[in-house]
Structures are given as structure tokens and as C-alpha cells.
């Protein structure tokens, strides 16, 4: 049976670690990283078992994500989007969609990613109109991770008559009625993280995936607001294993870890507020990058530093698949009024 968090602490110590500073300092994430995790099975993990997946418990695939965002940030973003896709067709009613690219999704030689955040406001960034045989999409889906690295990306539309959410498979290239923009984001730049305008954009019926309410959207987008404090959870990690060689002691931090974790937790199970333990971790992780930048002396003002990539990745944590809610949340622990949101 495959110890899978073992597994991810291999890749994430022999490989992308010792790659990370290159990979931030160049913008680019080796593809041999994703031909590691691919080796490994790592593309499958979010399959449920009647389709070939490994059947991850909760902790052990909070453990994953965690130590690879630790390994490598950019490499371990981009990965994370492919698994919104293998959930989304795992449950699709387009059989034939599914099956047309199930077993790449799954040996990872199909990179997928999404781009559903310009569905979640209210008014929408993109909306999706019925039309004879498919939907026509205009708007903006203002961050899309992977652009150039992954294959297909799951759009996610709202239906501009009944609010309804949209999910359609297209191929990730530019075509008639989409354009991109790369964003030069603070840190995790080798993920390749655009904004997708469209303008026009025909999803023909054979393309889309499924279509649900907007609760049922809404329900999918708080495990994966969830999942994605794992970025900041594995930042403040790796911090704290720098810290610790460098002879800092860090009791005080992995106690404070492993109470932002349970309360995480607490919040997947309704107990906790999801959005304050958000904040919690990208406060932790803030503070955790700020001690290693002090602990490593001036060396750390120098771009291309350690302490000074894991410091901007802290940042990036604050704001990246971030609500208002978790925003309020996030300027309490960080002192400041929310009001001012």
C-alpha cells in the first residue's frame, strides 16, 4: 500500500526543494517535476476509488498538499488545479467527455486546470447564454493557473438567466473569442497565471461537463477554499524547517501550526469558521516567513534569497483564492479595521 505523505516528502525534498530558487528566480517550473508526480501517481489522487483512485483520507491528502506547497509553491499550485477537474468529470454525466480523457487526467500525461473564480461574484466576471447546441461565454476569468503548461482547463460560467453554473472542458489554447494576459504575480511565477478575456467564446454541448445550482457550486468551492490553506500551511512549514536548522526554536510556531490545522479542520466539519481559520494560516505563515528573514541576516534582502522567496510566497498566501469574508477575517489577526474592506 502506497504511503503517500512519505511518497510527496521525497519528491518534495530530492526534487523540487533543491529546483525551488531557480524555478522562482527564472519563472519556469522544470517539466520534470510534473513527470515526477506523474510517475508516482500523484495526477490520480482526487479519482474516487471506483474510478482508479487510491481513496486519500483527509489527513493523508492534507499532508500531501502541504509538504509539496513546502517543496515548491509554483510546481505545487499548478498541480492542485488539475484535481478540480478529475473531481468534476468523476461526477460528470458526459460519459463521453469523461472517457475521452479520463486515463491521461489520470497518468498525468493530460494536465488539467480551472478557471472558476470569474463564476463566484455576484454579478459575475463571466457568464455563460444558451444558445441552439451549446452556450456562448463572455467576460473574464481573472486568474487561470497553468496557461501553457496544462492541456484543458474547466471553465466555470454563470448562466445569465437562471444563475445556474456552467462547467465545460476546452482545449488551453487561444482561439476565436478568447485572449489571455499573463499576470506577473509577487511569487510562484512559474505557474503561469493569467487572466482569460472572452468575447463570443461557443462551448458546444458535447463540451460541457455538467451543469449545477449555484449551492451546488457553492458547496465545491468551500472544500477547495479549504484545501487551498494548504498553500499557506506548507509555506509556514517549510519556514519553520528553515528556522530550525538554523538553530531557531521553533516550539512555540509548530504549536500554533498544529492549532490553526485542527481548527482547519474543525471548519470542514462546519465546527470552525472556515474563513478565520484561512486567515489564521496566512497570518502563521506571514509571521513564520518574517522570523526566517530575521533569523538569515541580510542575505535576506537580496533577491534570489531563500527567506526572501518564502516571504513573498507568504504574501501571495493573503490574497490568492481569497472571499471578502477571509479578507475581514485576515486584517483582525492582522490588527487593522475590516471595515476598511
Known sequence: MTNWPELAREIADDVLYPAADSVDADGEIPLSHFEALAAEGFYGLAAPPEFGGPGLGIDDLVTVVETLCGGCLATCFTWMQHHGVVAGLASS???????????????????AGVAFAGAIPQPPLLYARRVDGGYVLDGVAPFVTGWG??????????????????????????????????????????????????????????????????????????????????????????????????????TGFASEATAVRANLDAALGGRFDLFAARAQASELALRAAAALVTATGSSAAVSGATAERLMREATLTLVAASRPQMRAALLGELGADAATT
Not at 467527455?97 to 500525461?109: A, C, F, I, P, T
Not at 506577473?184 to 468575447?199: C, H, K, Q
Not at 458547496?219 to 538553530?247: I, P, Y
Open 149 to 250: 503548461i496544462v492541456d484543458i482547463l474547466q471553465l466555470s460560467a454563470r448562466d445569465e438567466f437562471d444563475d445556474s453554473i456552467v462547467h465545460a472542458i476546452v482545449d488551453a489554447v487561444p482561439g476565436q473569442g478568447l485572449s489571455v494576459e499573463e499576470l506577473p504575480l509577487i511569487a510562484a511565477r512559474g505557474s503561469n497565471t493569467v487572466r482569460m478575456r472572452f468575447d463570443g467564446f461557443e462551448v458546444p454541448d458535447e463540451r460541457v461537463s455538467k451543469v449545477v445550482t449555484q449551492e451546488e457550486f457553492a458547496a465545491g468551492q468551500g472544500f477547495g477554499s479549504w484545501l487551498n490553506a494548504c498553500m499557506a500551511m506548507g509555506v509556514a512549514r517549510r519556514c519553520l524547517t528553515e528556522l530550525g536548522e538554523r538553530g531557531v526554536d521553533t
Open 93 to 111: 454525466p458526459n460519459h463521453d467527455l469523461r472517457d475521452e480523457y479520463w486515463d491521461g487526467l489520470m497518468d498525468g500525461s493530460v494536465r
